[in-house]
């Protein structure tokens, strides 16, 4: 495994990889559910519900409204082209792109985390985000090495993955080589 980035300070060095074992972030503890259909992909969160109990979006969107209390529901779209993106904004690619489903939170959820709408479609664009990294491989981790003062050897100390964002990767991975 090649590293994407690499920083020596003194006898400790970081090295950043691509984490090619992220956990699913749709097994977190997500505010959000996200339901969708495609033909060739099995996306969002397991639920009981089937792309044909329902004619179009339109009727799914009423039913997370009035059978599931959706009270923020947010479209998701996709991109295939070359690989797959997903995202609560349309592409506007009448050929590769279109909706596949919702994201969509409960009042129950709100008030269990009392976060305000705007707030909570933050946090649901971002789950949407962060999902699309996992399905793209954009998942990061570091490794800290000490190099040994006998034999210029490296040895590992420390391995964090999980990292969804190459900046915060990096951070954590400076802050970890300066108080290692």
Not at 42 to 71: C, H, M, P, W
Not at 102 to 115: P, R
Not at 161 to 171: A, N, T
Request: with cysteine; aromatic share 12%; net charge negative.
């Amino acid at each position: 495994m090649e590293a994407i980035e690499t920083k020596t300070n003194g006898n400790l060095r970081y090295n950043i990889h691509y984490d090619e074992s992220p956990g699913d972030p749709r097994s977190w503890d997500n505010v959000g559910t996200i339901v969708c259909f495609h033909k060739r992909y099995n996306l969002g969160d397991k639920t009981d519900l089937k792309r044909n109990d329902f004619a179009s979006f339109d009727e799914l969107e009423t039913y997370i409204k009035q059978e599931l209390k959706g009270v923020i529901i947010l479209p998701v779209f996709m991109m295939d082209h070359s690989g797959i993106s997903i995202s609560t904004k349309d592409f506007n690619d009448r050929w590769d792109s279109g909706q596949i489903g919702f994201i969509y939170t409960t009042q129950e959820k709100m008030d269990e985390n009392k976060f305000d709408v705007d707030t909570f479609t933050k946090i649901l664009v971002n789950e949407v985000h962060t999902y699309n990294k996992y399905l793209n491989g954009e998942c990061y981790m570091y490794i800290i090495e000490e190099q040994c003062t006998h034999c210029d050897m490296w040895k590992q100390k420390e391995t964090i993955g999980g990292f969804y964002e190459l900046k915060i990767c990096r951070d954590y991975a400076e802050e970890a080589i300066k108080n290692v």
